[in-house]
């Protein structure tokens, strides 16, 4: 399976020369000004990684230190063991008592165009408010809270509020259905929801509430809902279980201290797509997250206290926690909430969203850089985006030529840009250049962050010469690591640290070239990246099989222009069912109410039966090579029935 996949994304290798040195004047003025002073702290970072993480971790406020830096290892490697801190004191309080109190923590545009600016001192009364909200309707530390919202500030509080009492929180994704809450909301048997009335996105609303209804009526565990009201738009309250956050918050005292938490006390779950139908709920704690989010924000960002930043991601995936949340706002920087679509109301939002506020520091996705040359550079024209300084990517490998329109229409050739590669498992980023010290080249998440020590090996965990494919794997833990799937310690044992004993296993591919640079070649496991957004493809089979027409199905990726990639189906039906066009949109649509709308399969196609290996494994890759070319060309000895491809070939779209 691996091998297969490698040698498959070999075929779509680039080979990219370009180099683009940090700027002069962006590295004099940087955290870390020369290549030779990242190797050196690189070095030091790997040779004593306690004092190098010692040090990083004293730039925070602890109310007691820690007994030792690091302690054990893969997989039961503790950080910071015996230090109590907390993150909402180290996001807020630290700020607001000191220095910048005035200064804007949270600067919120609406989709409808209004803007809110809330100062950490303002943040710091908000943050206690609702705290005392959450401990009124009796949420302790150690219990979970679902949040299910939109991008509006509540949220970043609602997250700081349940940091500060202990309790955990697990945010779902505001565009995904009802089903996705309800089992999100049992695997971790959460006592209250977070959620309001409705949210925009462009130009109508979702209606959030409605939609937590819908999912709780599986759910026995919750006890309360918390409500935010954004728009007003009438919502069904039930007595006893629903409360207004408005008049919650009007009746709360205004002082709340934070909790003690432990190192390695649980901070939040987020659950992300696996190789199986049931996502993982992995589980970040709080000392290390803290540090590694930190540092990573004040190096690769290389934040400034006069930045105004500006993550793009939604909350509800883990880019927003650890880079709109908890490691921007550690290190005191104005950040940027926009709360819907980037075309709305037309194609140039983001770019007046620059100009309007200043913006300096701009991080994006790969799937967003695409759909902005789609939609032409004249969107950008009229925009100055002299505030930029540097820019980001996230969440897939961006292609070279993707990567030079961002350098060029979007950094007007003066910004350096970040390819971040990391993980919701990692925390942070791992590999990513140090903007004032690595030159960058297109296409590349250049080098690893301090501390991280990536290799590329074969399956066998033998590290491959440079310039050769191979396994993504870290070999030395690193803070900001998950630290187990919630309830399910074996499944995180085998999913990580069982393919390559020692190491942990990236589940992608990369290969290293000459000059120590890497270069992600995408997933080698059944996880498919759709702009951006981790699906498993397992986890649309299992909804499509809950149709109760369907037979049998297999879900494979297969490269798109602007998703990176598009989801195809091909499904067997029950006997004696027609497969006819409307039964098509019905399945599709059928995957979007349960899943989400991301997961909408983009081609679905009846089949008779699915190509198996003689053992009944579905042959994957003849599926990605059909769904991607339209034929199949490699090896296919092992099939079972050969008739199964050719009458695959003939199905339309
Ligand atoms: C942060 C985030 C993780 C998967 C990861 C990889 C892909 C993320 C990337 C990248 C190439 C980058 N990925 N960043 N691939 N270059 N800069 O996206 O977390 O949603 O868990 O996805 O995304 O395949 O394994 P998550």
Same mark, same amino acid.
């Given at each position: 399976?691996?091998?297969?996949?490698?040698?498959?994304?070999?075929?779509?290798?680039?080979?990219?020369?370009?180099?683009?040195?940090?700027?002069?004047?962006?590295?004099?003025?940087?955290?870390?000004?020369?290549?030779?002073?990242?190797?050196?702290?690189?070095?030091?970072?790997?040779?004593?990684?306690?004092?190098?993480?010692?040090?990083?971790?004293?730039?925070?406020?602890?109310?007691?230190?820690?007994?030792?830096?690091?302690?054990?290892?893969?997989?039961?490697?503790?950080?910071?063991?015996?230090?109590?801190?907390?993150?909402?004191?180290?996001?807020?309080?630290?700020?607001?008592?000191?220095?910048?109190?005035?200064?804007?923590?949270?600067?919120?545009?609406?989709?409808?165009?209004?803007?809110?600016?809330?100062?950490?001192?303002?943040?710091? !009364?908000?943050?206690?408010?609702?705290?005392?909200?959450?401990?009124?309707?009796?949420?302790?530390?150690?219990?979970?809270?679902?949040?299910?919202?939109?991008?509006?500030?509540?949220?970043?509080?609602?997250?700081?509020?349940?940091?500060?009492?202990?309790?955990?929180?697990?945010?779902?994704? !505001?565009?995904?259905?009802?089903?996705?809450?309800?089992?999100?909301?049992?695997?971790?048997?959460?006592?209250?929801?977070?959620?309001?009335?409705?949210?925009?996105?462009?130009?109508?609303?979702?209606?959030?509430?409605?939609?937590?209804?819908?999912?709780?009526?599986?759910?026995?565990?919750?006890?309360?809902?918390?409500?935010?009201?954004?728009?007003?738009?009438?919502?069904?309250?039930?007595?006893?279980?629903?409360?207004?956050?408005?008049?919650?918050?009007?009746?709360?005292?205004?002082?709340?201290?934070?909790?003690?938490?432990?190192?390695?006390?649980?901070?939040?779950?987020?659950?992300?797509? !696996?190789?199986?139908?049931?996502?993982?709920?992995? $589980?970040?704690?709080?000392?290390?997250?803290?540090?590694?989010?930190?540092?990573?924000?004040?190096?690769?960002?290389?934040?400034?206290?006069?930045?105004?930043?500006?993550?793009?991601?939604?909350?509800?995936?883990?880019?927003?926690?650890?880079?709109?949340?908890?490691?921007?706002?550690?290190?005191?920087?104005?950040?940027?909430?926009?709360?819907?679509?980037?075309?709305?109301?037309?194609?140039?939002?983001?770019?007046?969203?620059?100009?309007?506020?200043?913006?300096?520091?701009?991080?994006?996705?790969?799937?967003?850089?695409?759909?902005?040359?789609?939609?032409?550079?004249?969107?950008?024209?009229?925009?100055?985006?002299?505030?930029?300084?540097?820019?980001?990517?996230?969440?897939?490998?961006?292609?070279?030529?993707?990567?030079?329109?961002?350098?060029?229409?979007?950094?007007?050739?003066?910004?350096?840009?970040?390819?971040?590669?990391?993980?919701?498992?990692?925390?942070?980023? $791992?590999?990513?250049?140090?903007?004032?010290?690595?030159?960058?080249?297109?296409?590349?998440?250049?080098?690893?962050?301090?501390?991280?020590?990536?290799?590329?090996?074969?399956?066998?965990?033998?590290?491959?010469?440079?310039?050769?494919?191979?396994?993504?794997?870290?070999?030395?833990?690193?803070?900001?690591?998950?630290?187990?799937?919630?309830?399910?310690?074996?499944?995180?044992?085998?999913?990580?640290?069982?393919?390559?004993?020692?190491?942990?296993?990236?589940?992608?591919?990369?290969?290293?070239?000459?000059?120590?640079?890497?270069?992600?070649?995408?997933?080698?496991?059944?996880?498919?990246? $759709?702009?951006?957004?981790?699906?498993?493809?397992?986890?649309?089979?299992?909804?499509?099989?809950?149709?109760?027409?369907?037979?049998?199905?297999?879900?494979?990726?297969?490269?798109?222009?602007?998703?990176?990639?598009?989801?195809?189906?091909?499904?067997?039906?029950?006997?004696?069912?027609?497969?006819?066009?409307?039964?098509?949109?019905?399945?599709?649509?059928?995957?979007?109410?349960?899943?989400?709308?991301?997961?909408?399969?983009?081609?679905?196609?009846?089949?008779?039966?699915?190509?198996?290996?003689?053992? !009944?494994?579905?042959?994957?890759?003849?599926?990605?090579?059909?769904?991607?070319?339209?034929?199949?060309?490699?090896?296919?000895?092992?099939?079972?029935?050969?008739?199964?491809?050719?009458?695959?070939?003939?199905?339309?779209?």
């Amino acid at each position: 399976m691996l091998e297969e996949k490698l040698t498959e994304n070999f075929s779509s290798l680039l080979r990219e020369n370009r180099v683009f040195p940090a700027p002069a004047d962006f590295a004099a003025k940087a955290h870390i000004k020369s290549e030779s002073e990242y190797e050196a702290l690189y070095r030091r970072s790997v040779d004593d990684p306690e004092g190098f993480w010692g040090e990083a971790a004293s730039e925070l406020e602890w109310f007691a230190p820690w007994k030792k830096v690091l302690e054990g290892e893969f997989p039961d490697a503790k950080w910071f063991t015996d230090g109590k801190m907390n993150l909402s004191h180290n996001c807020v309080d630290r700020h607001a008592n000191g220095a910048l109190k005035d200064k804007v923590a949270l600067l919120w545009e609406g989709e409808p165009g209004e803007v809110r600016k809330i100062t950490y001192g303002e943040l710091h !009364g908000e943050v206690q408010k609702f705290a005392n909200v959450l401990k009124n309707i009796g949420v302790k530390r150690g219990d979970r809270v679902a949040v299910y919202m939109g991008m509006c500030p509540e949220l970043a509080i609602a997250l700081l509020a349940c940091a500060r009492l202990g309790a955990i929180h697990s945010v779902v994704f !505001g565009g995904f259905a009802a089903h996705a809450i309800s089992d999100r909301v049992n695997d971790s048997a959460c006592v209250a929801v977070i959620t309001q009335d409705t949210s925009y996105r462009r130009g109508s609303e979702i209606k959030l509430k409605a939609i937590v209804d819908e999912a709780l009526q599986k759910c026995t565990s919750v006890q309360h809902v918390i409500v935010y009201q954004r728009s007003g738009s009438p919502v069904n309250m039930v007595e006893g279980r629903d409360l207004w956050w408005h008049e919650a918050v009007a009746a709360a005292s205004a002082e709340c201290a934070p909790e003690w938490m432990d190192a390695e006390d649980p901070l939040y779950i987020l659950y992300t797509s !696996g190789t199986t139908g049931k996502p993982k709920g992995l $589980v970040h704690t709080t000392g290390g997250y803290a540090v590694g989010t930190y540092l990573t924000t004040k190096y690769v960002f290389d934040l400034r206290p006069d930045d105004v930043y500006w993550c793009t991601a939604d909350i509800g995936w883990v880019t927003g926690h650890s880079y709109v949340v908890y490691g921007p706002l550690q290190c005191g920087a104005t950040v940027v909430m926009y709360e819907g679509a980037p075309n709305w109301p037309q194609n140039d939002r983001f770019w007046k969203i620059v100009d309007d506020h200043q913006v300096t520091v701009f991080y994006t996705a790969p799937t967003a850089i695409r759909a902005f040359i789609k939609w032409g550079d004249q969107w950008v024209k009229g925009y100055s985006l002299a505030s930029l300084r540097l820019l980001g990517t996230v969440g897939e490998p961006i292609n070279p030529e993707a990567w030079m329109w961002y350098h060029r229409e979007i950094g007007k050739e003066r910004c350096p840009i970040v390819d971040t590669y990391w993980q919701t498992e990692t925390g942070m980023h $791992v590999l990513a250049p140090i903007p004032g010290a690595i030159a960058a080249k297109p296409g590349s998440a250049t080098k690893p962050f301090f501390g991280v020590v990536p290799e590329v090996v074969t399956k066998e965990g033998d590290p491959v010469p440079a310039g050769q494919g191979g396994l993504l794997v870290i070999r030395k833990p690193w803070p900001a690591i998950a630290r187990t799937i919630y309830g399910d310690h074996a499944r995180y044992v085998s999913s990580y640290f069982s393919e390559i004993p020692g190491s942990y296993f990236t589940g992608d591919g990369a290969r290293r070239d000459e000059d120590g640079y890497f270069w992600l070649m995408g997933r080698v496991d059944d996880v498919i990246n $759709v702009s951006g957004h981790r699906l498993g493809t397992m986890e649309i089979e299992s909804a499509l099989v809950a149709h109760g027409k369907v037979a049998e199905a297999a879900v494979v990726g297969r490269p798109d222009e602007m998703k990176g990639q598009a989801i195809a189906a091909f499904v067997t039906l029950e006997e004696g069912v027609e497969p006819t066009d409307a039964l098509k949109q019905e399945l599709r649509q059928w995957v979007a109410k349960e899943i989400g709308a991301l997961a909408r399969p983009d081609d679905l196609r009846f089949t008779q039966m699915l190509p198996k290996t003689r053992s !009944g494994k579905i042959m994957r890759r003849l599926l990605r090579e059909l769904a991607t070319t339209g034929t199949v060309s490699g090896d296919t000895t092992t099939l079972e029935d050969f008739g199964v491809l050719a009458k695959l070939k003939e199905t339309d779209e």
